[in-house]
């Protein structure tokens, strides 16, 4: 089974305009974190969740979850050209449970038209 | 604000030759990781590392891959004899310090290696 799954695939936008990029994923989880990566370059952390939160916000970011549906979604609002690059979310059964590797999705690859 | 740092940024090297990518993590973090991106494919957990030893690895850790942690700075991913499929981007992650949430991982630019 694929853990962290993003949807859609590709998303091209107009400046100014939301971006919504949509996670799912199939065990439970401790926490959920977005990164963003442009072309060729390293993972930018952006925002982490934790299971027991449904709703958190940074700057333009705002990232919900639900874990009955095992479902993260990422808002960018008011998107800017600069917000061009790829979106990943990644999983962690978190600290207290032995476990740190993150798994990560395929990624959406976001285009903001300026 | 302090970043994870990775040298060298690309490596070109011939199938069955040693590789040693390093990394500096953030100081004062404790928890150090190993991940991998084969182009066009997601990134894939390599191995953490606490405390001077592994605590985690992936299956695809085997006998070819080591880490060290050889000095107070630096964290370093050997792979003993390289195959093609080794050819990938590599990134070096910690997470952990004093006033930090102990989940959130920060990883370096990446070091892109090319096994010919």
């Known amino acids: 089974s694929q853990q962290g799954e993003e949807d859609p695939q590709a998303l091209s936008i107009q400046e100014g305009e939301n971006a919504t990029m949509n996670c799912s994923y199939k065990t439970s989880i401790n926490n959920l974190q977005w990164y963003r990566q442009n072309s060729g370059r390293g993972l930018v952390h952006l925002i982490l969740?934790?299971?027991?939160?449904r709703e958190k916000h940074s700057g333009r970011l705002r990232v919900t979850l639900d874990t009955s549906k095992k479902s993260s979604s990422l808002l960018i609002t008011a998107s800017r050209a600069a917000d061009t690059a790829s979106y990943f979310c990644a999983t962690g059964l978190g600290m207290d449970m032995g476990r740190r590797a993150l798994t990560f999705g395929s990624g959406t690859r976001l285009q903001v038209q300026p | 604000e302090p970043e994870v740092t990775q040298t060298p940024s690309h490596q070109v090297t011939q199938m069955g030759q040693e590789v040693i990518l390093r990394c500096v993590p953030i100081?004062?973090?404790?928890?150090f990781y190993w991940y991998r991106q084969i182009l066009g494919q997601k990134v894939e957990f390599l191995v953490s590392f606490y405390n001077n030893e592994i605590s985690e690895k992936s299956e695809i850790f085997d006998d070819q891959f080591s880490v060290e942690r050889p000095d107070g700075s630096n964290f370093t991913l050997k792979i003993r004899s390289t195959k093609l499929e080794d050819s990938a981007m590599y990134f070096c992650?910690?997470?952990?310090?004093?006033?930090?949430?102990?989940?959130?991982?920060?990883f370096g630019p990446g070091t892109r290696l090319t096994v010919l």
């Open positions: 969740i934790r299971s027991n939160e």
């Open positions: 992650a910690s997470s952990g310090g004093r006033d930090r949430v102990l989940d959130e991982q920060f």
């Open positions: 100081s004062n973090h404790l928890y």
